[in-house]
């Protein structure tokens, strides 16, 4: 049974930094294209970041530069560094994965696919910036 479990929420100040885990468990994750997502009450689910299983790596345009999502194949954890937070990422994040693709060519640079294109989910944790 495919198990993701979110930890390292939490409250900070804005400019200030937190890194997400996702520790995954029923599967080898090397597999999986896997990503995070964020979802404030009220609004659709968005995708942040993804990576895929050869390392290739794709951004929200709202989190470039300040976000950096990484993967542990022999952790079975997947990863993200949030820097330079501000008030408008607060959120609760997922992290999620799928057997398919979740990194996407758009032509002129990678993107995140949508939240439709994955398949295994966590529970969810909480990140409140305050500014």
């Known amino acids: 049974q495919v198990q993701l479990v979110e930890s390292g929420g939490g409250s900070v100040q804005a400019g200030e930094s937190l890194r997400l885990s996702c520790a995954a468990s029923?599967?080898?994750?090397?597999?999986?294209?896997m990503g995070w997502f964020r979802q404030v009450q009220g609004k659709e689910r968005e995708g942040v970041a993804s990576?895929?299983?050869?390392?290739?790596?794709a951004y929200a345009d709202s989190v470039k530069g300040r976000f950096s999502i990484s993967r542990d194949n022999v952790k079975n954890t997947l990863y993200l560094q949030m820097n330079s937070l501000k008030s408008e990422d607060t959120a609760m994040y997922y992290c999620?994965?799928?057997?398919?693709?979740?990194?996407?060519?758009?032509?002129?640079?990678?993107?995140?696919?949508?939240?439709?294109?994955?398949?295994?989910w966590g529970k969810g944790i909480l990140v409140t910036i305050s500014s």
């Open positions: 999620a994965a799928t057997r398919n693709t979740c990194v996407r060519w758009g032509g002129s640079d990678w993107y995140v696919s949508p939240q439709r294109d994955m398949d295994y």
């Open positions: 029923g599967y080898s994750s090397s597999n999986y294209c």
């Open positions: 990576i895929n299983n050869v390392g290739i790596a």
